[in-house]
T-cell receptor
Framework: DTGVSQDPRHKITKRGQNVTFRCDPI?????LYWYRQTLGQGPEFLTYFQNEAQLEKSRLLSDRFSAERPKGSFSTLEIQRTEQGDSAMYLC???????????FGPGTRLTVL | GENVEQHPSTLSVQEGDSAVIKCTYS??????FPWYKQELGKRPQLIIDIRSNVGEKKDQRIAVTLNKTAKHFSLHITETQPEDSAVYFCAAILQGGSEKLVFGKGTKLTVNP
C-alpha cells in the first residue's frame, strides 16, 4: 500500500497516561499534516511539517501535545497526561507541496477513559 | 479570523436529483478550495478542488464554482446516486502567513433510492 498509513488504528488509554501515534506519509511527499476530528465536525488542524521542519502549530494545541518528523519521513504525535477531552480521531495527511492535494491516512481513534 | 462556514448541515435528495452545498470563507486572500468526501468510518478523500484563478471546474457529475468577490464556493452534484451518500467537507487554504487547511463542519448528504 503506497498511501498514508497510521499506527495504531485504535488506542484506549486511561486519563493521565501518555500516548504516541505514528504516521508514514506517501514517500515523496514533503508536507505532513496532523488533524484532529471529533464526531460531527470537520478535521481540525493541529500542526504541519515541511520535511523535518515544523512550520506551524495550532493555537489550540496545548503544551501536552508534541510532534516530530526527525528525518523528514515518518512523524510521531505524542500526547502527555491525556484527558478525556483528547478523545478523538487523529488524522495524518501528506502532500507533495503546499496547495497540492492532501492525502489522508485512516486515522488513529483515541479513547481516554 | 479563520473561518469556513458550510451549509446545509444535512441534505436529503432523491436519486437522480441534484445536490448543492455552499461554503463561505472569511479571508479574502484564500486561494485554494478543496472538497472532501468522507464515508462512515473512512478517511476523507479529495473529490474536486479549485484554485482562485478559476471560476468553475467540472469533473463528470461533480462541479465546483468559486465567487471570489462574494467569498463563497459551492459543490454541485448532478444525477445523484445512493453511493454519493456521505459527509462532504469544504475547506480553504488561508493566507496571511498560514498554509493550513481550514475545514467546514460538513454536510451529511443522503441520496434516497
Amino acid at each position: 500500500d503506497t498511501g498514508v498509513s497510521q499506527d495504531p488504528r485504535h488506542k484506549i488509554t486511561k486519563r493521565g497516561q501518555n500516548v504516541t501515534f505514528r504516521c508514514d506519509p506517501i514517500s515523496e511527499h514533503n508536507r505532513l499534516y496532523w488533524y484532529r476530528q471529533t464526531l460531527g465536525q470537520g478535521p481540525e488542524f493541529l500542526t504541519y511539517f515541511q520535511n523535518e521542519a515544523q512550520l506551524e502549530k495550532s493555537r489550540l494545541l496545548s503544551d501536552r501535545f508534541s510532534a516530530e518528523r526527525p528525518k523528514g519521513s515518518f512523524s510521531t504525535l505524542e500526547i502527555q497526561r491525556t484527558e478525556q477531552g483528547d478523545s478523538a480521531m487523529y488524522l495524518c495527511a501528506s502532500s507533495l507541496n503546499s496547495w497540492d492535494e492532501q492525502f489522508f491516512g485512516p486515522g488513529t481513534r483515541l479513547t481516554v477513559l | 479570523g479563520e473561518n469556513v462556514e458550510q451549509h446545509p448541515s444535512t441534505l436529503s435528495v432523491q436519486e437522480g436529483d441534484s445536490a448543492v452545498i455552499k461554503c463561505t470563507y472569511s479571508d479574502s486572500a484564500s486561494n485554494y478550495f478543496p472538497w472532501y468526501k468522507q464515508e462512515l468510518g473512512k478517511r476523507p478523500q479529495l473529490i474536486i478542488d479549485i484554485r482562485s484563478n478559476v471560476g468553475e471546474k467540472k469533473d463528470q457529475r461533480i462541479a465546483v464554482t468559486l465567487n471570489k468577490t462574494a467569498k463563497h464556493f459551492s459543490l454541485h452534484i448532478t444525477e445523484t446516486q445512493p453511493e454519493d451518500s456521505a459527509v462532504y467537507f469544504c475547506a480553504a487554504i488561508l493566507q496571511g502567513g498560514s498554509e493550513k487547511l481550514v475545514f467546514g463542519k460538513g454536510t451529511k448528504l443522503t441520496v434516497n433510492p
